[in-house]
């Protein structure tokens, strides 16, 4: 299986997400809409429907959908 090219990774201790794309930084997430802003600046227009696709993205160190520190 192929890696998914957005990666949304562990919540910072001050909260917040780092969103990759193929590697490079797109910003610190604090909600899904950063996320999908940064994914429609990248260039994918229909952003905010491929969240929860693993082919698109992943979801490391925590769940889905959640941007504060543990």
Do not use: C
Request: zero cysteines; hydrophobic letters at 40%; charged letters at 20%.
């Amino acid at each position: 299986m192929a890696k998914a090219p957005i990666t949304v990774h562990p919540a910072s201790p001050s909260g917040g997400r780092r969103v990759t794309a193929n590697g490079q930084i797109l910003g610190l997430a604090h909600s899904d809409a950063d996320v999908v802003e940064f994914l429609r600046r990248a260039g994918l227009e229909e952003a905010d429907q491929i969240l929860d696709n693993p082919l698109w993205v992943s979801w490391r160190g925590g769940h889905a959908h959640e941007y504060e520190a543990a």
